[in-house]
Nanobody, 125 residues
Framework: QVQLVESGGGLVQAGGSLRLSCAAS????????MAWFRRAPGKEREFVAG????????YYADSVKGRFTISRDNAKNTVYLQMNSLKPGDTAVYYC??????????????????WGQGTQVTVSS
């Protein structure tokens, strides 16, 4: 059974940084696309960043380009999201997601088969 467990959320002031982690277990993920999504109160879930497990190609939403970095550690089966220069608008529950893919990553949440429980990120002004 595939499990994705996020950690690293919390409260931070605007301009600060946080690093989220997503520990994956239950199978090998060499051909899985991994991504971070977020959902702010009253808003739709939105794509934040994605990475191919094997190739390492990364993809970002325009709103986080230059501030967030997604990476993965294959040995630890873990995906990270380094978030810098945080803004109050980044406040949301952040979710890790995965799906088996032969191509690149996807920003469409409907493509993802596995989801973590989410971790809260709150950025104060």
């Amino acid at each position: 059974q595939v499990q994705l467990v996020e950690s690293g959320g919390g409260l931070v002031q605007a301009g600060g940084s946080l690093r989220l982690s997503c520990a994956a277990s239950g199978r090998t993920f060499w051909n899985y696309a991994m991504a971070w999504f977020r959902r702010a109160p009253g808003k739709e879930r939105e794509f934040v960043a994605g990475v191919r497990w094997s190739g390492g190609s990364t993809y970002y939403a325009d709103s986080v380009k230059g501030r967030f970095t997604i990476s993965r550690d294959n040995a630890k089966n873990t995906v990270y999201l380094q978030m810098n220069s945080l803004k109050p608008g980044d406040t949301a529950v952040y979710y890790c997601a995965a799906y088996q893919s032969n191509g690149g990553s996807s920003s469409n949440p409907n493509h993802y088969d596995y989801w973590g429980q989410g971790t809260q990120v709150t950025v104060s002004s």
